[in-house]
């Protein structure tokens, strides 16, 4: 295992929670197993580990990133992984409303209903969401 690998696997980890990543590795094939290497090393090794931004900031970007692109399950993995890791839901609203106005009012419509239905399984779950505690 390289360097990069190490690193990456720990802020994977320490970003989307052992049991996601657990999933994603085991679900790794012939197909897929190059790729899964691919974002370990390169865009968790190489991006989420480089000093000049801290894991909130990069999680707040990559979460307006996918509103903007519209890329729904990425953006249930990252909010899910955020409120797992006790990011306050103001901060999560916020950054939708701040979306909507940059992305678009649909856009922040349809984030708005997936973070609702990210917070119901969280709940049902039994985790606590930070800001929703009452």
Not at 71 to 87: G, P, Q, T
Not at 90 to 99: P, V
Request: with cysteine; charged share 25%.
């Amino acid at each position: 295992m390289t360097d990069n690998y190490e690193a990456g696997m720990k802020a994977r980890r320490a970003i989307l929670g052992d049991a996601h990543v657990d999933r994603a590795i085991g679900r790794s094939n012939a197909v897929n197993r190059e790729f899964q290497d691919f974002i370990t090393r390169f865009g968790w090794g190489e991006i989420w580990t480089r000093p000049g931004l801290d894991h909130r900031t990069r999680r707040i970007l990559v979460m307006g990133t996918m509103v903007a692109l519209g890329r729904w399950e990425e953006f249930r993995m990252h909010v899910r992984a955020a409120l797992e890791d006790r990011m306050p839901i103001e901060g999560i609203k916020e950054l939708l409303l701040q979306q909507s106005i940059y992305c678009g009012f649909p856009a922040a419509n349809t984030a708005f209903h997936h973070l609702e239905e990210v917070i119901a399984e969280l709940k049902a779950r039994g985790i606590t969401i930070a800001g929703l505690e009452g």
